[in-house]
């Protein structure tokens, strides 16, 4: 790992005033959308300050999601596999069971206070989709979440979720009618109508100052973490292990720890079923700069430079982009990416179940996998933290279906 120069990851030039983390992110949008961008970023930068907003967001996550979520010891795991001590940051226990509730009422709490009546996103699989909704319904917000209609039959569960709570869900026929048709549309929407609605994304993706945004609000989960790790063990964790789709609950975690140089990092990314046939989404490892949803980053890319299909058992993680930041501190080797294949995820799925009763979601289990790769490489006084971002019990459907009668169910 190189060393550290800090110049090159200060929180005020991280990114740049334009959103630029070295050559990635930035605002590539059209023109009628670039003052509309402008306007989120500056009340952005002037609100988060704001006492009176830090201590309502606050206040909403220590009554609401049940902030500040445990520190785990995973002993068992960790004597069998007799090697580094394996610690979990129980992202899963929130309220809705998974770190995206950070963000959303970030997100949400800014568009209250700048005055919007409505919320609008995408969703894929439906887990930003049912969070925004959540944090709608808690601010009084009014809530539009457009999705395309091959995933409202796949995932109907999560569409009835969302109805449940006020939200309208609008069905997206165009195209393959999945999430980039959803994207499109939901910006369609936000330019007709962009002063009573606030579009909301869901990861540290997107034009800027989302990555920046989504980041920030996301960090609470290492800034407890540091704390909290500092006073179990004394140390700062060896290791830093998350899963990456979009970027969020990896960089949410890795932020107050990136000047630590002792401390090592591994975002875990998707090898999904194989690398040869195009079906994963390991963007970081095998894809190349180029521009998706306005802004630059790594991209998994089909033969005509556009953004490639991508499939794996972890529907949060199917993104063929990836956050700008990411993209920035694997060149300058701050974070190491791997990646974990479907056959490694469904295993670690079912080790963590049965050595510590906890269900990881797919996503998630991508980040326990590795460490149970690299564990017992590592002498017992190391340690591992995994930033466990969700449960599990979104995927006991498909698991079952899938992969029961291999795991004797
Ligand atoms: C959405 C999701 C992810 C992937 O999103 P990131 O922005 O990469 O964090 C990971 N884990 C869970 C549980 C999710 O719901």
Redesign the pocket.
């Known amino acids: 790992m190189k060393k550290i120069d800090k110049s090159l990851m200060a929180n005020s030039v991280m990114p740049d005033e334009n959103g630029f983390f070295g050559e990635f992110g930035g605002r590539f949008v059209p023109p009628m959308l670039e003052p509309l961008m402008q306007e989120i970023t500056d009340a952005y930068i002037k609100i988060k300050d704001e006492p009176s907003f830090i201590q309502e967001l606050t206040d909403l996550q220590k009554h609401y999601t049940g902030r500040p979520s445990p520190i785990f010891y995973a002993e068992r795991l960790s004597n069998e596999l007799g090697g580094a001590q394996i610690y979990l940051k129980r992202e899963d226990l929130n309220h809705t069971g998974?770190?995206?509730i950070n963000h959303c009422l970030g997100e949400a709490l800014l568009a209250k206070k700048m005055g919007k009546k409505k919320i609008i996103a995408e969703t894929g699989a439906g887990?930003?989709g049912v969070a925004l909704a959540t944090a709608a319904a808690l601010l009084g917000l009014e809530c539009d979440i457009y999705m395309g209609e091959v995933d409202i039959k796949k995932e109907y569960l999560n569409v009835v979720r969302m109805r449940i709570l006020g939200a309208n869900v609008v069905p997206v026929a165009s195209g393959l009618k999945t999430l980039k048709e959803a994207v499109d549309a939901a910006f369609e929407a936000y330019l007709e109508d962009p002063v009573t609605q606030l579009y909301a994304i869901?990861?540290?993706v997107g034009p800027h100052p989302f990555p920046m945004m989504v980041r920030d609000f996301q960090s609470v989960v290492g800034v407890e973490a540091r704390e909290q790790f500092m006073d179990m063990t004394g140390k700062l964790p060896d290791n830093l292990v998350a899963?990456?789709?979009?970027?969020?609950?990896?960089i949410g975690l890795f932020t107050a720890f990136l000047y630590d140089e002792e401390v090592k990092m591994y975002g875990i990314e998707p090898a999904g079923t194989s690398f040869e046939t195009g079906n994963h989404a390991a963007t970081l490892t095998l894809g190349k700069p180029g521009m998706i949803h306005g802004f630059k980053c790594y991209l998994l890319q089909d033969e005509n430079g556009e953004p490639a299909a991508v499939n794996t058992v972890a529907s949060?993680?199917d993104y063929p982009g990836v956050g700008p930041q990411h993209s920035y501190l694997k060149d300058i080797e701050r974070v190491k990416y791997e990646s974990i294949n479907d056959k490694e995820t469904i295993d670690a799925f079912f080790t963590l179940s049965r050595t510590e009763g906890i269900i990881p979601?797919l996503?998630?289990a991508h980040a326990v996998a590795y460490a149970i790769k690299i564990a017992p490489q590592l002498g017992k006084d190391k340690t591992i933290l995994i930033n466990l971002?969700?449960r599990g019990d979104k995927d006991i459907d498909f698991v079952v279906e899938k992969y029961g009668k291999a795991y004797g169910l």
């Open positions: 998974a770190h995206k887990q930003h869901g990861s540290v899963c990456v789709g979009g970027g969020s609950n990896a949060g993680l979601a996503e998630s971002s969700g």
